[in-house]
């Protein structure tokens, strides 16, 4: 069961949870009464309609009930459900939002503890071209091997299909699949036990421990652009072959659309599997860095695409 596997925290824990009307909501409950949790409970009612806001945690304009339900409750963290059990994100203790790839770099370093003497294959940690080179480097310090690969949860799986030895696969979209005792699928309710379990191994803050946030305190918090949807202009195909020849000079990965490397961070252009648009985003290792790596994309493709929204 979830509880066996997950384990259980070793102490006492008050945090809140935002299921989104959606369908963990009585099970999430179930659970925390049985990891013993003190559990502020937001929208756990099933509720089809989504009466407050969309089931989805990485969006942080979804996790302001939880973020106020956090600071007045004086709750140690927060957690948010999408709306089929298989995703979650996490506010910290102020209510802050916490992106997803930094959240995967705390699960990741605990999961390759017991990994550190082990083969390249059994430290192997996947993540979709939109996390942010902290999530890599984070991976690297832990003792990993960190390994971009597609964006998409139906591609991570067929990674851990094809790589079983690997220990953890996850994604920006809250997506999170642990491989070391878990196999290897995506649940919320076991991710949000996992990290109880993990944060609950400590003294509570009030006791001389670390407080959520501070957990990130060692990860860079580097500055990036939003997620950007550019509209395509003319055929997918044709448009991304222009834009990557734009790049000939560079080093790239080309796993998904082309995330192009700069000395002092990167830039992603990627086309979407759903709609006629381009995403894009861009990170740097500090302001001044983004704003050279912004400069230098207007100057290579600026003229084929509007970039007015990559900012």
């Given at each position: 069961?979830?509880?066996?596997?997950?384990?259980?925290?070793?102490?006492?824990?008050?945090?809140?949870?935002?299921?989104?009307?959606?369908?963990?909501?009585?099970?999430?409950?179930?659970?925390?009464?049985?990891?013993?949790?003190?559990?502020?409970?937001?929208?756990?009612?099933?509720?089809?309609?989504?009466?407050?806001?969309?089931?989805?945690?990485?969006?942080?304009?979804?996790?302001?009930?939880?973020?106020?339900?956090?600071?007045?409750?004086?709750?140690?963290?927060?957690?948010?459900?999408?709306?089929?059990?298989?995703?979650?994100?996490?506010?910290?203790?102020?209510?802050?939002?916490?992106h997803p790839d930094r959240l995967m770099a705390l699960i990741?370093?605990?999961?390759?503890?017991?990994?550190?003497?082990?083969?390249?294959?059994?430290?192997?940690?996947?993540?979709?071209?939109?996390?942010?080179?902290?999530?890599?480097?984070?991976?690297?310090?832990?003792?990993?091997?960190?390994?971009?690969?597609?964006?998409?949860?139906?591609?991570m799986k067929r990674e851990l299909r094809s790589n079983p030895?690997?220990?953890?696969?996850?994604?920006?979209?809250?997506?999170?699949?642990?491989?070391?005792?878990?196999?290897?699928?995506?649940?919320?309710?076991?991710?949000?036990?996992?990290?109880?379990?993990?944060?609950?191994?400590?003294?509570?803050?009030?006791?001389?421990?670390?407080?959520?946030?501070?957990?990130?305190?060692?990860?860079?918090?580097?500055?990036?652009?939003?997620?950007?949807?550019?509209?395509?202009?003319?055929?997918?195909?044709?448009?991304?072959?222009?834009?990557?020849?734009?790049?000939?000079?560079?080093?790239?990965?080309?796993?998904?659309?082309?995330?192009?490397?700069?000395?002092?961070?990167?830039?992603?252009?990627?086309?979407?599997?759903?709609?006629?648009?381009?995403?894009?985003?861009?990170?740097?290792?500090?302001?001044?860095?983004?704003?050279?790596?912004?400069?230098d994309v207007n100057t290579r493709i600026g003229h084929m695409?509007?970039?007015?929204?990559?900012?």
């Amino acid at each position: 069961t979830i509880v066996e596997n997950a384990g259980m925290p070793q102490r006492a824990i008050r945090i809140a949870i935002d299921c989104g009307n959606a369908v963990p909501g009585p099970l999430t409950i179930s659970l925390m009464q049985r990891l013993g949790v003190d559990l502020v409970p937001i929208h756990c009612e099933w509720d089809n309609t989504f009466p407050n806001h969309p089931p989805d945690p990485t969006r942080q304009k979804n996790m302001i009930d939880l973020s106020k339900a956090v600071v007045e409750n004086n709750c140690e963290f927060g957690i948010g459900m999408d709306g089929d059990g298989d995703r979650i994100g996490v506010v910290d203790e102020q209510g802050r939002f916490t992106h997803p790839d930094r959240l995967m770099a705390l699960i990741a370093a605990d999961v390759l503890v017991d990994r550190r003497d082990g083969t390249e294959a059994e430290r192997t940690v996947f993540f979709d071209v939109k996390c942010s080179m902290a999530l890599e480097e984070a991976i690297l310090s832990s003792g990993g091997v960190p390994k971009m690969v597609r964006t998409g949860h139906s591609f991570m799986k067929r990674e851990l299909r094809s790589n079983p030895e690997a220990v953890m696969a996850g994604e920006m979209s809250g997506h999170f699949f642990l491989h070391d005792r878990w196999p290897g699928f995506d649940c919320s309710l076991y991710n949000a036990a996992r990290l109880l379990e993990i944060v609950g191994r400590d003294p509570a803050p009030n006791d001389g421990g670390v407080s959520f946030s501070h957990r990130f305190a060692n990860l860079p918090d580097y500055p990036s652009t939003d997620e950007t949807k550019i509209p395509l202009v003319g055929e997918r195909e044709e448009t991304m072959a222009a834009v990557e020849g734009a790049y000939a000079d560079m080093e790239k990965s080309t796993v998904d659309g082309i995330r192009v490397r700069y000395p002092d961070g990167w830039y992603l252009c990627r086309p979407s599997n759903t709609e006629p648009i381009l995403v894009m985003r861009a990170e740097g290792r500090n302001e001044s860095a983004l704003a050279v790596i912004i400069e230098d994309v207007n100057t290579r493709i600026g003229h084929m695409l509007d970039l007015s929204k990559l900012r």
